[in-house]
């Protein structure tokens, strides 16, 4: 294989591994959405089930209510793991290419890629417990 080769191909996984960071992320963002609109759900279930619901029922919704809140940080450190490894991946394409800093400039720093998946597993959390207040509030 020449150089010319080599590179073009380098800097093809490249851009196939910034669109599957792409991907990832817009799948967090989509799981995200689904996690909070079943918590939701769960609470307008157990608001209309309220006049004829077995005593049984009120436990299955705080089980479901915490199982989402675990699944769903589950979900973001899933996700994070995966963007960590494709940035990794990135990273080590660029070292190959050894015109780093002419192609693209300097790397962005990893500097703040916590924030998201804090303020993700904190909206979780809390709509979370919202739901368990309001299961618990209108169960008793």
Known sequence: ??????????????????????RT????????????????????????????????????????????????????????DTLTQQRNLIESYYGQLHLRNLLTGPPAESVHRSTYPTLYSIMLIGVGLFALLVIIGLGR
Do not use: C
């Open 1 to 22: 294989m020449n150089d010319n080769q080599t590179h073009e191909e380098l800097l093809m996984l490249i851009r196939h591994s910034w669109e599957d960071i792409d």
């Open 25 to 80: 992320k817009q799948q967090q963002w989509r799981d995200l959405y689904n996690l909070l609109i079943t918590q939701g759900t769960i609470i307008g279930l157990f608001v209309v089930t309220a006049q004829s619901r077995p005593s049984w029922l009120y436990n299955v919704f705080l089980t479901a209510v915490v199982l989402l809140i675990v699944i769903g940080i589950w979900i973001v450190k899933a996700s994070q």
